[in-house]
């Protein structure tokens, strides 16, 4: 298959806790993007990987958030010490290359993240 | 740095109507720009796009055309059907370095029977 995927799909957490996201692209992308959706807000961009070059984590909004890929291919985000506001919708998109900007962003369905 | 506006929600039509959903950007250089649509309980799916000055993005009967010169790139459909509701985003990303994309906040639409 095909598409993006990520797991789980929802996660309930106590606040305080560190919680882990995962995100398998589409086989072949080379660039993956993390996104946050908060209830009734647009997209936040949270960082971006492409090839073996080094993450565009300026949108991460603390030190603690991180994420990795391994192998170019799997990646994980990480929300450390959970806080309420960390409440959200995370997406994850891949898309082919990176000089092709004028290709889309293809999006798995997201994982909800509610801490409690 | 680069930022989309798009019109703000909810928008609520009856069916058969025509809509116009605004999105207006800033940007340096010539960036691509995108509707993607989110439908009720779906992940985020690309509904057109357009590279450059002057293109027509269509899909669905939809269509945005690329306007340079008032730097917008509106979304239209002549006659909605209740199908179509859903949260639709106006977006932009850099044509040679699209580390990211640039998402509007959202326009939820809602059609009504």
């Known amino acids: 298959g095909a598409g993006v995927s990520q797991s789980p799909s929802n996660k309930v957490t106590e606040k305080g806790k560190d919680v882990e996201l995962r995100c398998d692209p589409i086989s072949g992308h080379t660039a993956l993007y993390w996104y946050r959706q908060s209830l009734g807000q647009g997209l936040e961009f949270l960082i971006y990987f492409q090839g073996n070059s080094a993450p565009d984590k300026s949108g991460l909004p603390s030190d603690r958030f991180s994420a990795e890929r391994t192998g170019g291919s799997v990646s994980t985000l990480t929300i450390q010490r959970t806080q309420q506001e960390d409440s959200a919708v995370y997406l994850c998109?891949?898309?082919?290359?990176?000089?092709?900007?004028?290709?889309?962003?293809?999006f798995g369905p997201g994982t909800r993240l509610t801490v409690l | 740095g680069n930022s989309v506006t798009q019109m703000e929600g909810p928008v609520t039509l009856s069916e058969e109507a025509f809509l116009t959903i605004n999105c207006t950007y800033t940007?340096?250089?010539?960036?691509?720009l995108f509707w993607y649509v989110q439908y009720p309980g779906e992940g985020l799916q690309l509904l057109l796009k357009a590279t450059k000055a002057d293109d027509k993005g269509s899909n669905k009967g939809f269509e945005a055309t690329y306007r340079k010169e008032t730097t917008s790139f509106h979304l239209e459909k002549g006659s909605v059907q209740v199908s179509d509701s859903a949260v639709y985003f106006c977006?932009?990303?850099?044509?040679?370095?699209?580390?990211?994309?640039?998402f509007g906040s959202g326009t939820r639409l809602s059609i009504r029977p």
């Open positions: 998109a891949s898309s082919p290359d990176r000089l092709a900007g004028g290709r889309e962003q293809f």
């Open positions: 977006a932009l990303s850099d044509r040679v370095y699209a580390s990211k994309i640039i």
């Open positions: 940007a340096t250089g010539y960036p691509s």
